[in-house]
């Protein structure tokens, strides 16, 4: 018992960090690259947020009439139930008329931005009015949940430990969304159906970023990306490839270059490709390629048809290893197989893909 509530303190904990207004800002900018209106007449719910600390609220409220925004709704999650200890509440609150020294520490807030609400002809950030929501701010409450049904679309940085159940409340939803993740959720066998038939994508700004600790400082986090269900213009860029024969000759990997071809798997009709960069451009066949494929995933170039990944049943296996043929068959079983050497080697997950007929 001791175990598990320690267990889901370390995963709280593990779950609060702040993204950086210059991330926001360069994501948000591609789709308004590609579609300028993307954001016009509509209502932003930024949920999992903390309107007081988070950079999201402050970006949204500060581009209101530059985005033509119809209405933004920030809500945030109750520090009871977010189990953090130090707490004090900000002076933004203390110096509210609405402040409840009782709410304070066990209510959610909502902040809305619609109106001018100061008198100086604009809607921006000064015109956020708050108060406290009626439960903890929980995403699946009933509260934000109807929040999210009134909203078009759905932006935020959500707890890493609840991503599925994030990405499902989503789902459900049917709405636009522009979010952040661990780039291994690709996997998750209920996000990788959906990355599969292009109703999630990466958007465009992943890898290693620097999130703001609470406490002060910053942390790194090497394997963050936004996942969205809105179009923007990367997507679209195919990658620019050699053929099969000049990676043979000319990459750049020294387990490609001077080969005589490239590996099949023991156990999956496809290709070991450890580099995105070294995918052949005219291999009609099917391809295991590294997860970080997917940022550079172009759909009308490829499409993605399977994971070699443990229990998913997206793998396309052609072979199942036994005991009685090597001690390694679960290790094996796992992943693709490959024989270097002689010996079996298993190869990190990889994502299935083949050429766009
Ligand atoms: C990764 S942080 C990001 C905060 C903010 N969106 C940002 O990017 O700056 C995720 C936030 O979600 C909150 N959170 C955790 N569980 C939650 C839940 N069930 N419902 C709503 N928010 C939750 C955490 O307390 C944390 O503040």
Not at 11 to 37: G, H, M, R, S, V
Not at 63 to 80: H, M, P, Q, R, W
Not at 151 to 163: E, K
Not at 167 to 182: E, R
Request: overall charge neutral; proline content about 4%; some cysteine.
């Amino acid at each position: 018992m001791a175990n598990t509530n320690l267990a889901k303190a370390k995963e709280a904990k593990n779950d609060e960090f702040y993204t950086q207004y210059a991330d926001i800002q360069k994501e948000i900018n591609a789709y308004l690259d590609y579609n300028p209106d993307v954001f016009r007449d509509k209502t932003i719910l930024l949920p999992c947020d903390d309107p007081e600390w988070s950079n999201f609220t402050k970006f949204f409220a500060q581009n209101f009439e530059n985005f033509g925004l119809k209405k933004l709704i920030s809500t945030s999650y109750a520090v009871e139930s977010k189990k953090i200890k130090s707490w004090q509440p900000t002076l933004f609150e203390t110096e509210s008329p609405y402040y409840d020294a009782d709410k304070s520490r066990t209510n959610g807030k909502i902040f809305v931005l619609e109106r001018d609400v100061t008198g100086d002809n604009r809607i921006d950030i000064n015109d956020l009015e708050w108060q406290y929501l009626k439960g903890d701010g929980d995403f699946r409450s009933k509260e934000v949940t109807k929040l999210r049904d009134e909203a078009d679309i759905i932006i935020t940085n959500p707890p890493f430990s609840l991503f599925r159940e994030f990405v499902a409340w989503l789902m459900d939803s049917g709405k636009q969304f522009i979010i952040i993740g661990n780039m291994n959720a690709v996997s998750y066998k209920e996000v990788f159906p959906l990355i599969k038939n292009n109703c999630i994508w990466f958007g465009v700004s992943n890898g290693a970023k620097e999130y703001i600790k609470p406490e002060g400082g910053f942390m790194k986090m090497g394997n963050t990306c936004w996942y969205s269900n809105i179009d923007h213009g990367r997507r679209h860029q195919p990658l620019k490839l050699m053929t099969m024969a000049e990676n043979l000759k000319h990459s750049k990997h020294k387990e490609i270059r001077g080969q005589k071809e490239y590996i099949h798997y023991e156990n999956y009709d496809a290709i070991e490709v450890p580099y995105t960069d070294a995918i052949p451009s005219d291999y009609d066949g099917v391809m295991g390629v590294p997860i970080s494929f997917i940022e550079k995933y172009c759909p009308e170039q490829f499409e993605i048809i399977g994971i070699t990944d443990r229990g998913n049943k997206y793998g396309i296996k052609t072979k199942e290893f036994t005991l009685e043929e090597t001690p390694l068959y679960c290790d094996l079983n796992r992943r693709g197989a490959i024989k270097v050497d002689g010996q079996l080697k298993s190869t990190f997950a990889r994502l299935l893909i083949r050429k766009k007929q």
